[in-house]
């Protein structure tokens, strides 16, 4: 086996890499640790009074789209409600889907498996329904999380897809508190523009994008409630400009057409002088 001085590379040229390599995999190590806490303390924040009408909102977007999504599995990919609910799988009831599968970064109520959301341990092409709520908000590889979605996917499986959206009055709220690190301000607030562009260079095609939940950032739910009118004209008027959104996307097949051989036609010449047409079936 050749070695790194036969080969004209000398040792002080690969340590430096190998120490880069151990330093970038421990860099992908602490940022999937910071992820991790990120998420719980979003998980946190649904218990609040805040959170919990969110979740309760959420609950009827899913309880929406659900029913029309069939097959034999069903995969949610983080469970931020597992606080306000009390336990994962309830944004679920509706779907008919027998098979309903809930993943997330810790073991708890109602959580079936433990996995990093970015890399799923689950066969390509054996899930009918993924669903993601906020994990592209909090995570720190949302490209990577959509390519796990995609090739999990069978073909014609659907993607739910729940982000905050970055045009609503929240983000304005989250510009004065993004500093404190605080859950749910920390987000990415990604564009759905820019989500569905990601989605269609994965092969996906957009079925419905819709706005949510048009109450002011407030944690007071009387004080909300004295100022439902304002939710009432924004969701009638401006139907874009609610806290979230929610996208589903079918993920599209190119199918193969046959095409069929194309004989061409060869004169030859026979005794006489006659020509006659015969076929060449070497050619296309």
Request: hydrophobic content about 45%; overall charge positive; charged content about 20%.
């Amino acid at each position: 086996m050749p070695t790194a001085a036969k080969l004209g590379i000398s040792n002080k040229v690969m340590l430096p890499k190998f120490v880069q390599g151990l330093k970038k995999t421990f860099q992908q190590r602490q940022l999937v640790r910071d992820e991790i806490k990120v998420w719980q303390q979003f998980q946190l924040w649904y218990s609040s009074s805040l959170g919990q009408r969110l979740a309760q909102n959420e609950k009827q977007i899913l309880d929406e789209y659900l029913p029309d999504l069939f097959g034999y599995f069903l995969l949610q990919c983080g469970c931020p409600e597992i606080k306000a609910e009390k336990g994962a799988g309830n944004w679920l009831k509706s779907s008919r889907v027998s098979t309903r599968i809930c993943l997330d970064y810790d073991i708890n109520q109602g959580v079936n498996c433990q996995a990093n959301l970015a890399h799923l341990p689950m066969k390509s092409d054996s899930i009918d329904v993924v669903i993601l709520p906020h994990i592209l908000d909090f995570s720190v590889e949302p490209h990577q999380v959509l390519r796990e979605a995609e090739r999990v996917l069978i073909a014609e499986g659907h993607v739910v897809i729940l982000g905050f959206n970055p045009w609503s009055v929240w983000n304005v709220v989250r510009f004065f508190h993004y500093w404190s690190k605080q859950a749910p301000w920390n987000a990415h607030f990604l564009a759905a523009s820019r989500v569905m562009d990601w989605l269609a260079l994965l092969g996906f095609d957009v079925v419905q994008c819709k706005g949510y939940f048009y109450q002011l950032p407030i944690q007071s739910e009387s004080l909300s409630n004295k100022m439902g009118f304002l939710a009432n004209l924004v969701q009638r008027f401006l139907p874009n400009l609610g806290a979230g959104y929610v996208l589903v996307a079918r993920k599209r097949v190119q199918t193969l057409t046959p095409i069929r051989p194309r004989w061409r036609s060869r004169r030859q010449v026979v005794a006489n002088g006659l020509e006659v047409e015969t076929f060449n079936r070497n050619k296309l």
